[in-house]
């Protein structure tokens, strides 16, 4: 259920059991399941479920996924008979089978979705509120011009890419920021766990004098196309279509184009800035070797963009995730060197040793878990399955062997590289370091790096830091890490003058 496929892992690898919300229960109908149910997944991610029935006496209900922004979600089918119940929510390929236990107050099951089943228990509860207020969100009327624009890519059939094109008022042409997303088919606000972050930075751009373009990514929102089966490459010719498209246009200031990326988006503005001659696509992540068409781009801002290859990043966020969970150095030490083997296998495009590396791993974090909440072989088994599911596509493979130093060694353009001291996701230390010292080898004099405290991956000012928090927080983009952006911007571009 979560967005992208770093998201999804850091879910997978997070803790096994199913835990039950805390709230205490309230007394239960007999034998019946209406009223409002609560758990969460892996103790990280709430889901809500709430069954009525009609006049005419048949079941029906929805599902919260509050952590990540979702509410009220018609469930297609609800079956409750003989204790068992079965939901049916189609659009996600997912579902719910429980058993309702003798007390009324539990229902005992597993979440079903893409192939996968973990444990879930729902308790009795009161409904949860509603989602939190996004005050950095503004609406209409702005003190700008937007404009709803769509454009082809020329290099990928059937590929039509939609968005929104902000315009600051007075005299252009003006400097263009376009922003790429991050891993996984995201609409133009990069909307995730209930917060728009692209709405809330192109927004504030666009008041300080940049104009901003943000699209929704190949077979999202208004685009055409498929995302599955893509790789970063293609994503990449995505946006230089919108660069591009950007050049095409009067209001903007064709030497002043420059791109934002957000964590895979940071690994894609490189790749679309470097070698701009060249009039084809072609990536070796193995060795390197890019070959990129694209116009002249002006400056990158890199938001949480990789700066290690992808296999080495991957077991970075797999510790990290792990550690905050609470689990001990000794257990850390053991699954960091299975996690290094599983995705060195998944780089060298290995699947029977990934498969069975996943394997090893998964049995290494049940293991840390109490003897009370382990899973049973068969969920053991499933978890293992879906880890290798998810791993085991194209993207995946892809950024695996990807190494973005090549790349960054040959970034002529003035980079403002950020990251969030508590990003888990995107680890700033490493690749920070990663980002600065390929710039540096590369020769590239105008750089500015820096490692942004007490700001999480999505630039939230965090308390637990946690994947469960993102949703929870009000706040979507730190004002402070809004304002390096548009001040860097501004002086790079001569708005400052």
Same mark, same amino acid.
């Given at each position: 259920m979560l967005r992208s496929p770093v998201l999804a892992l850091a879910l997978l690898f997070g803790s096994v059991a199913a835990i039950a919300a805390p709230s205490p229960p309230v007394a239960p109908p007999a034998r019946d399941v209406t009223g409002h149910w609560r758990g969460s997944i892996d103790g990280m991610l709430r889901i809500v479920m709430h069954f009525e029935r009609g006049a005419d006496g048949s079941l029906r209900g929805t599902m919260d996924s509050p952590d990540q922004g979702a509410f009220g979600l018609a469930l297609d089918t609800v079956v409750f008979a003989r204790d068992s119940l079965r939901c049916e929510l189609r659009r996600i390929r997912g579902g719910?089978?429980? #058993?309702?236990?003798?007390?009324?107050?539990?229902? =005992? &099951? #597993?979440?079903r979705q893409a192939g996968a089943?973990?444990? +879930?228990?729902?308790?009795r509860g009161a409904a949860v509120a509603a989602a939190p207020a996004r005050p950095q969100e503004k609406y209409p009327p702005y003190p700008y011009d937007t404009l709803a624009v769509s454009f082809p890519n020329t290099r990928a059939a059937s590929v039509t890419l939609a968005g929104t094109l902000t315009l600051p008022r007075g005299k252009g042409p003006f400097p263009c920021a376009l922003l790429i997303t991050g891993s996984g088919p995201e609409d133009r606000d990069e909307t995730v766990f209930g917060h728009r972050p692209f709405r809330v930075l192109a927004d504030h +751009?666009?008041?300080? &004098?940049?104009?901003?373009? =943000?699209?929704?990514?190949?077979?999202v929102g208004g685009s055409t196309g498929a995302s599955r089966g893509a790789t970063s490459v293609d994503f990449a010719s995505d946006a230089l279509a919108g660069v591009e498209f950007l050049r095409t246009r009067a209001e903007i200031d064709k030497r002043r184009i420059g791109l934002i990326g957000h964590s895979e988006g940071g690994m894609i503005a490189p790749l679309v800035a470097t070698n701009w001659k060249n009039t084809t696509l072609d990536v070796d992540p193995a060795a390197g070797v890019v070959q990129v068409a694209s116009a002249d781009v002006a400056?990158?801002?890199?938001?949480?963009?990789? &700066?290690? =290859?992808?296999?080495?990043?991957?077991?970075?966020?797999?510790?990290a995730g792990r550690r905050a969970l609470g689990v001990t150095e000794a257990s850390l030490a053991r699954e960091a060197e299975v996690a290094r083997r599983a995705f060195a296998a998944l780089a060298a495009a290995d699947s029977a040793a990934t498969a069975r590396e996943m394997h090893a791993l998964v049995e290494l974090q049940v293991l840390s878990l109490p003897e009370s909440a382990r899973p049973d072989s068969a969920d053991r088994a499933a978890l293992a399955h879906s880890a290798f599911g998810t791993l085991w596509d194209p993207w995946m493979r892809w950024f695996?062997?990807?190494?973005?130093?090549?790349? +960054?060694? =040959?970034?002529?353009?003035?980079v403002l590289a950020l990251n969030g001291a508590k990003d888990f996701q995107v680890t700033p230390r490493e690749n920070l370091a990663g980002i600065e010292m390929a710039l540096k080898a590369g020769g590239n004099r105008d750089y500015t790096v820096r490692e942004l405290p007490g700001l999480n991956h999505l630039f939230q000012t965090c308390t637990s830091c946690t994947l469960a928090e993102y949703s929870q927080l009000e706040e979507t983009f730190a004002p402070s890490a809004l304002t390096i952006v548009s001040d860097w911007i501004r002086a790079k571009t001569g708005l400052t003058r």
């Open positions: 719910f089978d429980a #058993h309702l236990t003798p007390a009324g107050d539990t229902l =005992r &099951g #597993h979440w089943s973990v444990p +879930l228990t729902l308790a +751009l666009t008041r300080q &004098g940049i104009a901003v373009l =943000r699209m929704d990514d190949r077979g400056f990158i801002v890199l938001l949480a963009g990789p &700066g290690v =290859r992808g296999d080495s990043l991957m077991v970075l966020q797999t510790i695996a062997a990807y190494d973005p130093a090549p790349v +960054l060694k =040959r970034v002529r353009v003035p």
